[in-house]
C-alpha cells in the first residue's frame, strides 16, 4: 500500500481559490463585435437621453455587456440638484436591496466550505431565534400582541428566500409590523448612528412572524440576519469579509457599506420631483448621507451598499462565467446552479418567476410575456430606482442606476431592458 501525504492547512483559506479556468475582466468592446447592432443600441442612448431631457428622472448611468465585453456605458443628466453636477460613468449609487444578491453570495461561499447546511436552523448559530412566535391578536391602541409558537424553526434557506416570516419595518406592508418594529427600535435599511447589525439582529429576534416559516414569501431582513451569520461563522466583520473575500477578488473597488473622504464626491445625491423640478431629497427615517458621514458601523446585508454600474456588472459577470472572474473561483459552477433553482415553489412570481437562493429568476411563462429577456434571467433592484438584469442564454448583462424617491413617471426600466434584448443581432 502507498500512502500518499499532502501538506495543506488545516484551517480554510481566507482567499479566494485559483482555478484553471480564466475569464477576463470587463472591457470594453465594440456592440458589433459581440453580436449586437450598434444601430439598435443608439435607440437606446436616445432613449435615455430623452427621459432625461423630459424631467422624468434627473440622471442615469447605463452600463450593456455580451460576452465579457461593455458595449455601452454612459451617464446623463445631474448628479446632484443643488450644483448641477453632471453625472460620470464612475458616480457611486446607493444600491439598497441589490445588496442582498451579494450577501446571499457570502453565505452560499461559507455554505462550500462546509460552515452548515441550508435547512439547518438559524438558532444553531444565532440562539436567541430559537421557539419564534408568529403574530396571531394585534392591539393598535398599546401595541400588545399575542403570539402562538411557530410550526417549525426558522432556517438558512428560509432567511435566503424571504419565506422566514420576518418582516421590514418603515417598508412592511403590514402596518401591524411597522408599529412592532419601530417599537423594538429596529435599523431597517440604514444609518449614522453607532447601530451593529447584531444590535438590529437581537431585536429581530424578539418580534413575532408574519407566518410560519416557509409558509409564504414575505420581503424581509432576512439578509441582514444572514449578514450577522457570516459574522458569527467567519469571525470576521460581514465588512471585512466581504472586502477580502469577494470585492478584493473580483476587482470591486467601488463597492463598500461606506465610502472614504477620497471617493465621497463620486456619491450621487437622492432626489425628489417638487412642482416639476427635481430637488435633492431631505432627511427622513434615513439621513441620505450615511455612506459618507455618521458612525458608518451598521453593514446591512438587505440595503446597505453603495456601488458602480462597472463593479455591479463584474459581479453579474462572475455569476454569467459560472462562479468565476480573472481567475478567481468565487463559487462553484454546481453551486450557481443551485442559486438559481426554485426553491420557494409557486410562492413568488405567479408562475413568470421563481426565486433562487439571491435572485428573483424569469420562467419560461414569464419569457413568453416579452419584454423580460431569456428564460433564466435573473435580476433585482434597489430602493433609490436601480435595477439590473443577466441574461445566461445570451451571456448579457444590463445595469441602469438612478437615484430618485417618490412618483416620477420613470418608465426607463423596462424600456432598457426590452430594448436591451431588441438589440441582439447574431
Do not use: C
Not at 483559506?13 to 439598435?40: F, I, N
Not at 412566535?133 to 400582541?145: C, E, G, I, P, Y
Amino acid at each position: 500500500m502507498i500512502l500518499l501525504l499532502f501538506s495543506w492547512p488545516y484551517h480554510f483559506s481566507q482567499a479566494q481559490t485559483a482555478t484553471a479556468k480564466k475569464s477576463p475582466p470587463l472591457t470594453e468592446a465594440s456592440p458589433a463585435s459581440v453580436g449586437m447592432s450598434p444601430e439598435r443600441i443608439q435607440r437606446i442612448d436616445a432613449m435615455l437621453a430623452q427621459s432625461v431631457q423630459d424631467g422624468d428622472i434627473p440622471g442615469v448611468v447605463a452600463l450593456i455587456a455580451r460576452d465579457g465585453k461593455i458595449v455601452y456605458h454612459k451617464a446623463f443628466g445631474t448628479a446632484d440638484a443643488s450644483s448641477s453636477r453632471p453625472l460620470k460613468r464612475d458616480d457611486i449609487f446607493r444600491i439598497a436591496s441589490q445588496s442582498k444578491a451579494i450577501t446571499a453570495t457570502a453565505v452560499m461561499m461559507l455554505w462550500e466550505e462546509g460552515k452548515f447546511r441550508l435547512d439547518d436552523p438559524i438558532s444553531k448559530f444565532i440562539p436567541e431565534f430559537k421557539n419564534p412566535q408568529v403574530l396571531q391578536n394585534f392591539r393598535f391602541v398599546d401595541t400588545s400582541f399575542v403570539g402562538r409558537p411557530a410550526i417549525r424553526e426558522i432556517t438558512i434557506r428560509h432567511l435566503l428566500t424571504h419565506t422566514s416570516g420576518l418582516g421590514y419595518g418603515v417598508i412592511d406592508g403590514d402596518e401591524r409590523m411597522k408599529m412592532l418594529y419601530a417599537k423594538a427600535g429596529t435599523t431597517d435599511l440604514f444609518t449614522t448612528e453607532p447601530v451593529t447589525i447584531k444590535d438590529v439582529v437581537m431585536k429581530l429576534a424578539k418580534l413575532p412572524l408574519h407566518h410560519d416559516p416557509g409558509e409564504k414569501y414575505t420581503y424581509s431582513m432576512g439578509l441582514d440576519v444572514l449578514g450577522y451569520l457570516v459574522e458569527v461563522v467567519s469571525g470576521m466583520s460581514f465588512d471585512q469579509f466581504l472586502r477580502e473575500r469577494l470585492f478584493d477578488p473580483l476587482g470591486m473597488n467601488d463597492t463598500r457599506f461606506y465610502l472614504p473622504d477620497s471617493k465621497a464626491d463620486r456619491l450621487v445625491s437622492i432626489q425628489q420631483r417638487v412642482d416639476g423640478n427635481w430637488r435633492n431629497y431631505p432627511d427622513t427615517f434615513y439621513e441620505v448621507d450615511y455612506p459618507i458621514k455618521g458612525a458608518k458601523q451598521f453593514y446591512s446585508g438587505g440595503a446597505g451598499l453603495s456601488s458602480t454600474a462597472k463593479d455591479y456588472a463584474t459581479f453579474l459577470q462572475m455569476y454569467l462565467n459560472g462562479g468565476e472572474l480573472n481567475g478567481k473561483r468565487i463559487l462553484s459552477r454546481t453551486t450557481v446552479d443551485i442559486i438559481m433553482a426554485n426553491h420557494v415553489g409557486d410562492l413568488y412570481g405567479g408562475g413568470n418567476a421563481h426565486y433562487g437562493l439571491a435572485f428573483g429568476v424569469l420562467t419560461e411563462k414569464g419569457q413568453g410575456r416579452g419584454g423580460d429577456l431569456s428564460e433564466g434571467t435573473f435580476n433585482w433592484g434597489g430602493y433609490f430606482n436601480t435595477q439590473y438584469f443577466a441574461d445566461p442564454k445570451e451571456r448579457l448583462i444590463g445595469v441602469i442606476l438612478k437615484q430618485t424617491q417618490g412618483g416620477t413617471g420613470d418608465q426607463t426600466g423596462w424600456k432598457f431592458k426590452l430594448m436591451m434584448g431588441a438589440a441582439i443581432d447574431d
